[in-house]
């Protein structure tokens, strides 16, 4: 360590010598329970419940459960009662570093964030309490280039949204933040509007507003019991008495495990030590005329913001540094914690303090007057757990907030709006608490979030992976078999080949903004399908069966296009009351009355948990039954896949006796199977379910049946590239709860003639009356070594007019292919367009779909002595 550094840190642990400390810091001396706070703040313990009856009982009084509240009452929701053990914001809240931020990498969060920051500004105006919201902005600094290209990436996936966010110059940076060390920075991305908050006085405003509506906010009470009675309702049992209530969210923050158990739930959540540092006054930053922005290094892993005429600094250490309070998980957390602190560890953040100190000179001459070391929440993948949890019926969560300052305003209003209205009012699928199953284990949790704190501030690459706590018990029975051969992907907790290595190659994961090692693999196996036999393992789909008097009737209701007869197969679209895409499955009826339902990897829990909600709802006497652990799945797809299945089977697989979309039980190779003719590739092909433990012998025998066709593996990569070309859509980017399907282009699927009532089914006939504004378009891009993603912004004109929702190279056409929304007078065939990639905008048009027909499609048109285009 250098002298100079020594030296810093001797002033840097010296304790302060006089002056005010930081509100942060004065955090640590506020009431622990009932009376007025020093600014007069109501803060009365409560004596009883008040009521024995209530709509929504939120346990937790942190910023989440309180904004929740808050939003509930203020939409008119009577009968709205909060519970908190302890004091309002004790837990996290009360010592987070309040960061707000309209910044986010994802897509659907930036809603949550830009909601929360225009709420926080007219907080204080509408309930009469000062929140403390500074926002002078903030900058991401790039060091490297591949943090501008990641800035640029970024800026592509921002221009569809209203939040300000720009692309700086070194010199601009310097001019807002002069006190920078400028040696490495070669750009900033800037969000103006961006601040802090102190949480404090946020949640305080936050339940003044809760109970100006009318809502009940009850303190110190903690709840000891939950039962759910058979009509669904809960039983809150606390010392003062036991609450009746419609529905139950569970917003406890570190206490959210402990309230799972309650009623047998193992939430996959795990408390990490964060710390930062408050300095105190340095005359560089006092001299200033205007608040600094608050700044992210993201190369030395920190945030920075001015605190008073001081600076706050917070880094993430590596996963091999930080820390857990993993005893919480096996112990609970200890009774009577709530506005405690963790012992500081500044040896633990040393290389980070350093890496400041070199970016701010002005912190080596800094004194320190607090330091802050406390438990914020990590799921396994960092994000929130939010939404009705399946297979408990009216248990709500919004838990593992390891950002719950700038989520808490817009998940209040996101989770009021779910509430009322009985659907989600935005895509937000990355939350689904249903992510999440039993094979999300204690040891995946904790090495997932070790992970995921490490690699707060790690560059964000398009189909990025991470390693930690792989494989999970879901493993298919070629795991083994493939896992040297491949490079695998993490689906759902699932192992599933990305692309597989053939000598020569470059393996491995070698992530990129640009083409990388996959991409000529990938082109190999695209040919490998078109033109021969390709197997691919499909075990991670969701596969549920459904039987029962009623499941006719219930999967009538449930799904817009018509039921399958028995033996047949179709894709079927289940849409919210106000006709957005909820979900997309694979519909087929097995026997009379007994259908199996296929769903994506991500969207197993998410869609069983809508089906069983209807079921309750309606009362229908059907069984459902979750087969995805124990149901293997390989597909078949090429010219050659009948050719290569026939060696197996005695029962005639030619196309005039299995035909397209039909489903059938038979043998190959003496295994077991359910054979579907499907295939997402678009290609001839069969998708074949079976027990778990027969795949290696079934995958060992189709491969050793097309050795002289020439078989080979592909991968989900190549996979992608088929299905585009063929202009198949895909749940989560062409259709969610933000679409509906109409605009999708998924009116094949969709019946408003059936008799049936399904959901959604009024919705759209007025969708359709009125007229679309939008729709999806196909379009070819004149790329160089980029492909679309998918949430790129579309131009024209000048101005941004749309998004890609997904894309991949064609290599049939040689050349990037998306699908993208665009206003509905851009989206004639041969429009003109541009699409945003890394900061350049690449001609685009809008082309006649699909580019390759598929191979139903190509037979029909030879049995018609037509020539099919490929």
């Known amino acids: 360590m250098s002298a100079v550094l020594r030296g810093a840190l001797r002033r840097l642990w010296r304790p302060c010598r006089g002056g005010c400390p930081s509100p942060l810091a004065a955090a640590a001396l506020r009431p622990l329970s009932g009376g007025a706070d020093a600014r007069g703040r109501e803060n009365s313990p409560s004596s009883s419940l008040g009521k024995d009856r209530a709509d929504t009982v939120i346990i937790g009084g942190g910023c989440v459960g309180v904004s929740l509240a808050y939003h509930l009452a203020k939409a008119g929701l009577k009968d709205v009662v909060l519970l908190e053990k302890s004091e309002l914001t004790a837990g996290s809240t009360w010592h987070a570093a309040g960061l707000t931020t309209y910044f986010h990498p994802g897509i659907n969060l930036k809603k949550i964030h830009y909601y929360s920051i225009k709420l926080y500004e007219k907080l204080a105006e509408e309930t009469g309490q000062a929140v403390g919201f500074h926002q002078p902005g903030s900058i991401r600094i790039a060091t490297t280039p591949t943090r501008v290209d990641e800035f640029k990436y970024q800026m592509t996936r921002v221009g569809w949204h209203p939040t300000e966010q720009y692309l700086i110059t070194p010199e601009k940076v310097q001019e807002l933040f002069p006190l920078l060390n400028m040696d490495k920075v070669l750009a900033g991305l800037y969000n103006p509007g961006d601040g802090h908050i102190d949480p404090y006085s946020l949640t305080m405003a936050l339940a003044a507003g809760a109970r100006k509506y009318g809502a009940q906010l009850n303190y110190p009470v903690k709840v000891t019991n939950l039962n759910c009675r058979s009509d669904g309702t809960w039983e809150v049992e606390t010392p003062l008495g036991i609450i009746l209530a419609k529905r139950i969210v569970n917003a406890a923050g570190f206490w ?5 158990k309650m009623i047998g739930l193992q939430h996959p959540l795990i408390p990490v030590h964060h710390q930062y540092v408050v300095t105190s006054t340095i005359p560089e930053v006092k001299a200033l005329k205007t608040e600094l922005p608050v700044i992210r290094d993201l190369e030395g892993s920190y945030y920075l913001r001015q605190e008073r005429d001081g600076l706050l600094f917070g880094p993430y250490e590596s996963e091999e540094k930080m820390k857990l309070q993993d005893s919480w998980v096996t112990n609970g957390v200890p009774p009577g914690f709530g506005k405690e602190l963790f012992e500081s560890d500044l040896d633990r953040i040393m290389e980070h303090i350093e890496a400041a100190m070199e970016m701010v000179p002005v912190l080596r001459k800094a004194d320190i007057i607090n330091t802050i070391a406390g438990p914020i929440t990590y799921s396994p993948d960092i994000l929130p757990m939010v939404g009705p949890h399946q297979g408990v019926r009216n248990y709500w969560v919004a838990i593992g907030f390891g950002y719950g300052i700038i989520h808490a305003g817009g998940i209040g209003k996101y989770l009021s709006d779910w509430i009322l209205e009985g659907e989600p009012p935005f895509d937000l699928i990355e939350l689904d608490p249903n992510r999440y199953g039993k094979w999300t284990t204690t040891e995946f949790t904790a090495a997932k979030a070790r992970e995921s704190y490490g690699f707060n501030n790690i560059v964000g690459y398009p189909k990025e992976e991470r390693f930690a706590g792989r494989p999970t018990e879901r493993t298919s029975g070629l795991y ?11 689906h759902a907790g699932w192992e599933q080949p990305h692309w597989f290595y053939k000598p020569g190659d470059e393996t491995g994961y070698k992530p990129s903004f640009r083409r990388t090692n996959w991409f000529d693999p990938v082109s190999r196996e695209y040919k490998q399908v078109m033109e021969k036999v390709g197997v691919i393992d499909l075990s991670p789909f969701g596969k549920f069966k459904v039987r029962g008097t009623d499941s006719v009737k219930l999967l009538d209701h449930l799904f817009a296009n018509v039921v399958p007869k028995v033996g047949s197969t179709n894709i079927s679209h289940m849409l919210t009351p106000r006709g957005k895409v909820y979900a997309e499955l694979t519909v087929s009826q097995l026997h009379p009355a007994e259908f199996m339902l296929v769903t994506g990897s991500g969207s197993e829990l998410h869609d069983l948990r809508w089906i069983e909600e209807e079921v309750m709802r309606g009362g229908y006497k059907v069984e459902i039954e979750n087969i995805t652990d124990e149901t293997g799945v390989l597909g078949v797809a090429g010219p050659y896949a009948r050719q290569v299945l026939q060696k197996l089977t005695n029962e005639d697989l030619s196309d005039g006796s299995f035909k397209f979309l039909q489903s059938r039980h ?22 074949l379910y079976h027990k778990k433990e027969d795949t290696v012998a079934l995958y060992s025998a189709i491969m050793e049946a097309g050795q002289k066709e020439g078989i080979d593996n592909f991968g989900t990569y190549a996979l992608n590239a088929l299905r585009l070309e063929k202009g198949f859509r895909a749940w989560g980017a062409e259709m969610n709860c933000d679409t509906n399907p109409l605009e999708a282009g998924l009116e094949y699927f969709v019946r408003l003639n059936k008799p049936a009532d399904f959901t959604g089914k009024q919705a759209l006939k007025q969708i359709k009356e009125k007229g679309l504004k939008r729709r999806l378009v196909y379009l070819t891009v004149e790329t160089d070594d980029v492909d679309p993603e998918g949430n790129e912004s579309v131009w024209h004109n000048g101005k941004v007019i749309g998004n890609t929702t997904s894309g991949s190279f064609s290599y049939s056409a040689q050349q990037s292919l998306a699908f993208a929304y665009v206003p509905t007078e851009l989206s004639k065939v041969g429009q003109k367009l541009e699409v945003e990639l890394l900061g350049k905008n690449y001609p685009a048009a809008v082309i006649q779909e699909p580019l390759v ?12 002595g037509k020539s099919p285009k490929m």
């Open 256 to 260: 959210a495990r402990d309230v799972g």
């Open 853 to 864: 027909l598929t191979e139903p499609t190509r037979a029909r048109l030879q049995r018609k």
């Open 480 to 490: 083994d078999l493939l896992k040297s051969e491949c490079s695998m992907g993490f």
């Open 666 to 687: 038979l043998k190959l190779s003496d295994i077991a199977v359910t054979a579907i003719r499907i295939s997402y590739t678009g290609e001839l092909g069969w998708e």
